[in-house]
């Protein structure tokens, strides 16, 4: 009985270091994501991409009533990490934690396999040149 018990209790060890290991590894990529990324180039075009961002800016936006200024690009197929995603990129003017305005932002909204995966705060090059409409269910936005 005690040799059972020894190896049971080796085996739940060797189990539980391997799944935090599993956990602090990252494999060099440091950006969070919602979505398996399967890696392929063959994209499926996110059709809901305003229902699923809406959703998330709820919940991301510290006060998400009011927004001013939201505006919206199609979705467009972009290189993000060296692999190929459709990006929608969106600008808006939303309340800070105080409840002043905090000043327009530009986002970058990431979608894998036709699913919001992330929000890229940092947009830069991926919203050069975008073309944006106006975003009046942003501005629509309850708690």
Same mark, same amino acid.
């Given at each position: 009985?005690?040799?059972?018990?020894?190896?049971?209790? &080796?085996?739940?060890?060797?189990?539980? #270091?391997?799944?935090?290991?599993?956990?602090?590894?990252?494999?060099?990529?440091?950006?969070?994501?919602?979505?398996?990324?399967?890696?392929?180039?063959?994209?499926?075009?996110?059709?809901? @991409?305003?229902?699923?961002?809406l959703a998330f800016l709820r $919940?991301?936006?510290?006060?998400?009533?009011?927004?001013?200024?939201?505006?919206?690009?199609?979705?467009?197929?972009?290189k993000v990490g060296g692999r190929? &995603? @459709?990006?929608?990129?969106?600008?808006?003017?939303?309340?800070?934690?105080?409840?002043?305005?905090?000043?327009?932002?530009?986002?970058? #909204?990431?979608?894998?396999?036709?699913?919001?995966?992330?929000?890229?705060?940092?947009?830069?090059?991926?919203c050069e040149g975008a073309t944006?409409? #106006?975003?009046?269910?942003?501005?629509?936005? $309850?708690?």
């Open positions: 009985m005690r040799c059972k018990l020894v190896t049971y209790t &080796r085996s739940a060890a060797l189990l539980l #270091a391997l799944g935090v290991g599993g956990c602090a590894w990252t494999g060099g990529n440091d950006n969070l994501s919602y979505t398996a990324d399967r890696g392929i180039e063959d994209q499926k075009y996110p059709a809901n @991409y305003r229902p699923e961002l $919940t991301y936006l510290n006060d998400p009533r009011g927004v001013r200024e939201a505006v919206i690009a199609e979705p467009a197929q972009k190929l &995603r @459709y990006v929608v990129c969106l600008r808006f003017n939303a309340r800070s934690g105080g409840g002043a305005y905090a000043g327009v932002k530009e986002r970058a #909204a990431m979608y894998i396999d036709g699913r919001f995966d992330r929000i890229i705060e940092d947009a830069g090059e991926l944006y409409a #106006a975003f009046p269910e942003m501005e629509k936005l $309850t708690r």
